[in-house]
């Protein structure tokens, strides 16, 4: 059984940074490729970055290339997202994710999330401008 948690959300303003910690525990070993979703109120959830476990190759969503950054630590089992220039268009609650895809070619597709079974509770980030 896999588990995850995130943390690292909070209040900021616009032009912050911010890093999201995520615990990917249990049975990991088949997962390929993890990342970042995020949902804000009335809008569907939305993939925003992606690494390859194995590879560390990594993909982002259009909006936000060049301002996040995702990271992995095998050796903790943790997931990073470093988020800096903030907007308030960024504010939602994020989410980790695993897939068993080796690479991130489909994970940041629309409606992708609809394919992940396994969520923590999320973090909520909310920019102020």
């Known amino acids: 059984q896999v588990q995850l948690v995130e943390s690292g959300g909070t209040l900021v303003q616009s032009g912050d940074s911010l890093q999201l910690s995520c615990i990917f525990s249990?049975?990991?070993?088949?997962?390929?490729?993890i990342g970042w979703f995020r949902q804000a109120p009335g809008k569907e959830r939305e993939g925003v970055s992606c690494?390859?476990?194995?590879?560390?190759?990594?993909d982002y969503k259009d909006s936000v290339k060049g301002r996040f950054t995702v990271s992995t630590d095998k050796g903790t089992n943790m997931v990073f997202q470093q988020m800096n220039n903030l907007n308030p268009e960024d504010t939602a609650t994020y989410y980790c994710?695993?897939?068993?895809?080796?690479?991130?070619?489909?994970?940041?597709?629309?409606?992708?999330?609809?394919?992940?079974?396994?969520w923590g509770q999320g973090t909520q980030v909310t920019v102020s401008s």
């Open positions: 690494i390859s476990i194995e590879s560390g190759a990594t």
């Open positions: 994710s695993p897939s068993f895809d080796t690479s991130c070619h489909w994970y940041l597709s629309p409606g992708y999330y609809q394919y992940l079974s396994i």
């Open positions: 249990g049975n990991t070993a088949d997962y390929g490729t």
